[in-house]
C-alpha cells in the first residue's frame, strides 16, 4: 500500500447533503482519511495509490456534490 494525500479548493460551501457524502467517502476502498476545512475552503484525502489515483478521488468527490474547483500543492 502506498499511502498519498492530495488537497483540493472548493467554490460553494457543501450542503447538508454533501457532508453527508463525505462521511461515507470513508467507505469507499482505497480512501483512508478525508479532512474538511470550512475556513479554508479545502477538503484533504488521504488515499492508497495502488487503488486509486487523483483524478478517481476528484470523480468522487465531484459525484457527491462538492463545488471542486483545484488541485492544491502539498507544502
Known amino acids: ?9 472548493y467554490g460553494m460551501p457543501p450542503g447538508e447533503t454533501e457532508m453527508g457524502a463525505l462521511g461515507q467517502m ?10 474538511f476545512d470550512e475556513r479554508e475552503r479545502t477538503i484533504r484525502v488521504e ?7 487523483e483524478s ?3 470523480k468522487l468527490l465531484r459525484s457527491a456534490g462538492f463545488d471542486v474547483r483545484e488541485r492544491l500543492a502539498l507544502v
Open 47 to 53: 488515499y492508497d495509490a495502488t487503488r486509486l489515483n
Open 26 to 35: 470513508s467507505d469507499v476502498y482505497g480512501i483512508r482519511r478525508v479532512r
Open 1 to 9: 500500500m502506498t499511502a498519498v494525500e492530495v488537497l483540493f479548493r
Open 56 to 58: 478517481s478521488v476528484e
